[in-house]
Nanobody
Framework: QVQLVESGGGLVQAGGSLRLSCAASGSIRSINAMGWYRQAPGKQRDLVATITSGGSTNYADSVKGRFIISRDNAKNAVYLQMNSLKPEDTAVYYC??????????????????WGQGTQVTVSS
């Protein structure tokens, strides 16, 4: 009932920058937390950064000072500005959102959705 679509991945040289975007659509009533996770080949999916509806942020230690997460509540969108990229940042990046959607005037339901993923490759 809630779909997330990511964009902005690609190939960049070490030290470069990329900006990821993710937009949520559907019968959304509210979105609480939104975030970005990443999964490198052969590894588990790890948290990169999260942001609440109030703007509180949380970052993985490995990206602090380099990545900035932001969101536009009016657009149900979340962004990840990635600076000073390193080869170890290479991964598929996934957008995540949690909140509530409606099926009718009277009924709301919780959701937790993932995007399809976007590849980020950093060359050395």
């Amino acid at each position: 009932q809630v779909q997330l679509v990511e964009s902005g991945g690609g190939l960049v040289q070490a030290g470069g920058s990329l900006r990821l975007s993710c937009a949520a659509s559907g019968s959304i009533r509210s979105i609480n937390a939104m975030g970005w996770y990443r999964q490198a080949p052969g590894k588990q999916r790890d948290l990169v950064a999260t942001i609440t509806s109030g703007g509180s942020t949380n970052y993985a230690d490995s990206v602090k000072g380099r990545f900035i997460i932001s969101r536009d509540n009016a657009k149900n969108a979340v962004y990840l500005q990635m600076n000073s990229l390193k080869p170890e940042d290479t991964a598929v990046y996934y957008c995540n959102a949690e909140g509530y959607y409606t099926t009718s005037y009277y009924f709301t339901h919780p959701f937790a959705s993932w995007g399809q993923g976007t590849q980020v490759t950093v060359s050395s």
